[in-house]
């Protein structure tokens, strides 16, 4: 029973570098979430989608993009990274109904030097 | 829009105690659900409990309960007989029901239990 699954755990990444982190869940839910936790800032939502085909933006969206082509899998890509993308990012997803609790990844600690 | 305060950036609290995590939300919607998340030391997120903004009596998971006070917009995590596994960051989190029904994190309140 995997749940929700996140690669990597850890990345380190130069500036203007692109990358794509990867989420996946097994439970055929169809909401799913990016959030990124910076200390003291709590989870700030960057992206969502309501399902496959769907997506929208979150309160950071700026510098991130999504797609939602298949159910299981939302990616979160990194088009040029910079410093303050430095974060622990995560990924949830949920079912339909509306009093069902998000179902978070592990995280991914990511650094821009 | 939405938003979810927590007060108290850091607890402590003696074992075996009581401890209640403040949480006050605003919005607009009069359909909202409302979560509580323990974040260990090891980083993940763990669903502890729920409350519908409908829901007449207040939610209760084993040592924790949901004191929602809706006159008042506030929804504390209450944690009973403390234990030192409790010792983590607590998240309040606010979900609207119509809409785009995205989730809304408080900063967070970082509980430590004391043997």
């Known amino acids: 029973n995997a749940g929700v699954t996140q690669t990597p755990k850890f990345q380190v990444l130069k500036t203007g570098q692109s990358m794509t982190l990867q989420c996946a869940q097994d439970?055929?839910?169809?909401?799913m979430s990016w959030y990124r936790q910076d200390p003291g800032m709590g989870l700030r939502l960057i992206h969502y989608?309501?399902?496959?085909?769907?997506?929208d933006q979150g309160e950071v969206p700026n510098g991130y993009n999504v797609s939602r082509s298949t159910t299981e899998d939302f990616p979160l890509r990194l088009l040029s990274a910079a410093p303050s993308q430095t974060s622990v990012y995560f990924c949830?997803?949920?079912?339909?109904?509306?009093?069902?609790?998000?179902?978070f990844g592990q995280g991914t600690r990511l650094t821009v030097v | 829009a939405q938003k979810i305060t927590q007060t108290q950036p850091g607890m402590f609290v003696q074992e075996k105690e009581a401890v209640t995590l403040d949480c006050t939300y605003d919005?607009?919607?009069?359909?909202?659900?409302l979560f509580w998340y323990k974040q260990p030391s090891s980083g993940e997120m763990i669903f502890l409990i729920y409350?519908?903004?409908?829901?007449?009596q207040n939610a209760t998971e084993g040592r924790y309960s949901l004191n929602f006070q809706k006159a008042r917009k506030s929804a504390n995590l209450v944690i009973s007989a403390s234990q030192l596994g409790d010792s983590a960051m607590y998240f309040c989190?606010?979900?609207?029901?119509?809409?785009?029904?995205?989730?809304?994190f408080g900063q967070g309140t970082r509980l430590t239990i004391n043997p």
């Open positions: 949830a997803s949920r079912g339909r109904d509306r009093e069902t609790e998000a179902f």
């Open positions: 439970m055929n839910h169809e909401y």
């Open positions: 989608s309501v399902g496959a085909g769907i997506t």
């Open positions: 919005t607009s919607d009069q359909s909202y659900g």
């Open positions: 409350q519908g903004s409908y829901d007449e």
């Open positions: 989190a606010m979900r609207e029901i119509q809409g785009a029904q995205k989730l809304v």
